[in-house]
């Protein structure tokens, strides 16, 4: 969820071999380009590819590098990157539409200069919407493939990271008190409905935004929200915008068939409280993450703090 915040850039940097020594001061961009020459790995070229909180470059016609910028986040040290990379690879290992890891550096998770560093192989996207039926069944791939996933993961992690940030917000004073009750509330709830439900690892952030398709097909990425809890909360994150905040009925029913029809299994009852919950955590994100929200966001967020107070038990 911290990585969500991303400026896609148009007009891409790249540098030549002769001018490649950057200005100090570009830290996460050295920190990237010293890790890859620490590992044999000389880049010939600097493509930024997304810059928030994270930054995203091409280093190589197949290296691409991740690097968090956002140091003083909620989200420190690399624990968080190491999961994402076990389970990337465990995903990657078995044949799972996922965008893989660089073979040629080590998983890491790297860091240098302070920045947490991870690197991936670079996948060509395509001009294609992915239909309903192709993301449902991907993510059933996966969800079958994290089953077999043996190393511990936090439970209900990002529910319970966010209950824990109220309290910064509240010290921040960026909601109104009326709005930190209403998400304490969804979110206490949700954490305890959600306990009794079985779990097993999951994406954790599974919107469209962390799906790209690309001439290798429909892949999923982004893993670093990863948890374990019911798939019913991967369901509820691909499907919220559709089903609620545009009414696109047709997509999100489709997308659950083909869920099912690939062999998954949901249940209603933990699938309305994972919308709730999911819009409880975006909810609560949304002043880190969007500090000066456009006014598209904000109605964004309007309508999601409507919604949960529609739904208010």
């Given at each position: 969820?911290?990585s969500?915040?991303?400026?896609a850039?148009?007009?891409?940097r790249?540098?030549?071999?002769?001018?490649f020594?950057?200005?100090?001061?570009?830290?996460?961009?050295?920190?990237?380009?010293?890790?890859a020459l620490?590992?044999?790995i000389?880049?010939?070229?600097?493509?930024?590819?997304?810059?928030g909180?994270?930054?995203?470059?091409?280093?190589?016609?197949?290296?691409?590098?991740?690097?968090?910028?956002?140091?003083?986040?909620?989200?420190?040290?690399?624990?968080?990157?190491?999961?994402?990379?076990?389970?990337?690879?465990?995903?990657?290992?078995?044949?799972?539409p996922?965008?893989?890891?660089?073979?040629?550096?080590?998983?890491?998770?790297?860091?240098?200069?302070?920045?947490?560093?991870?690197?991936?192989?670079?996948?060509?996207?395509?001009?294609?919407?992915?239909?309903?039926?192709?993301?449902?069944?991907?993510?059933?791939?996966?969800?079958?493939?994290?089953?077999?996933?043996t190393?511990?993961?936090?439970?209900?992690?990002?529910?319970?990271?966010?209950?824990?940030?109220?309290?910064?917000?509240?010290?921040?004073?960026?909601?109104?008190?009326?709005?930190?009750?209403?998400?304490?509330?969804?979110?206490?709830?949700?954490?305890n409905?959600?306990?009794d439900?079985?779990?097993?690892?999951?994406?954790?952030?599974?919107?469209?935004?962390?799906?790209?398709n690309?001439?290798?097909?429909?892949?999923?990425?982004?893993?670093?929200?990863?948890?374990?809890?019911?798939?019913?909360?991967?369901l509820a994150?691909?499907?919220?915008?559709?089903?609620?905040?545009?009414?696109?009925?047709?997509?999100?029913?489709?997308?659950?068939?083909?869920?099912?029809?690939?062999?998954?299994?949901?249940?209603p009852?933990?699938?309305?409280?994972?919308?709730?919950?999911?819009?409880?955590?975006?909810s609560?994100?949304?002043?880190?993450?969007?500090?000066?929200?456009?006014?598209?966001?904000?109605?964004?967020?309007?309508?999601?703090?409507d919604?949960?107070?529609?739904?208010?038990?």
């Amino acid at each position: 969820m911290p990585s969500s915040r991303r400026i896609a850039i148009d007009d891409r940097r790249r540098i030549d071999n002769k001018s490649f020594l950057m200005p100090a001061t570009d830290l996460p961009i050295r920190a990237a380009t010293e890790t890859a020459l620490a590992h044999g790995i000389v880049p010939d070229r600097c493509e930024i590819l997304q810059d928030g909180n994270t930054l995203v470059l091409r280093l190589t016609e197949t290296l691409v590098a991740r690097v968090v910028q956002d140091l003083d986040g909620p989200r420190q040290g690399t624990a968080w990157f190491a999961r994402e990379n076990a389970v990337a690879q465990h995903l990657a290992k078995s044949g799972a539409p996922v965008i893989p890891m660089h073979p040629d550096i080590p998983p890491g998770p790297h860091e240098h200069l302070g920045y947490p560093i991870n690197f991936w192989r670079f996948v060509t996207r395509i001009d294609e919407e992915p239909e309903p039926e192709v993301v449902g069944s991907t993510l059933r791939h996966c969800h079958a493939i994290l089953h077999a996933f043996t190393e511990p993961l936090p439970e209900l992690a990002i529910i319970t990271e966010t209950v824990d940030l109220l309290e910064t917000l509240e010290r921040r004073e960026l909601f109104p008190q009326g709005t930190l009750e209403l998400l304490r509330g969804h979110l206490m709830k949700s954490v305890n409905v959600l306990a009794d439900v079985p779990h097993q690892p999951l994406h954790g952030d599974a919107h469209f935004g962390n799906l790209m398709n690309t001439t290798d097909g429909l892949l999923w990425t982004d893993w670093e929200d990863t948890f374990a809890g019911p798939v019913e909360w991967d369901l509820a994150s691909i499907i919220w915008n559709a089903r609620l905040l545009d009414e696109d009925h047709d997509t999100a029913d489709r997308l659950l068939k083909a869920y099912q029809a690939a062999g998954g299994a949901f249940d209603p009852g933990a699938l309305e409280q994972s919308l709730i919950a999911r819009a409880a955590v975006m909810s609560a994100w949304y002043p880190i993450l969007y500090p000066d929200p456009s006014p598209e966001r904000r109605e964004k967020l309007k309508f999601r703090l409507d919604w949960l107070e529609r739904v208010k038990s």
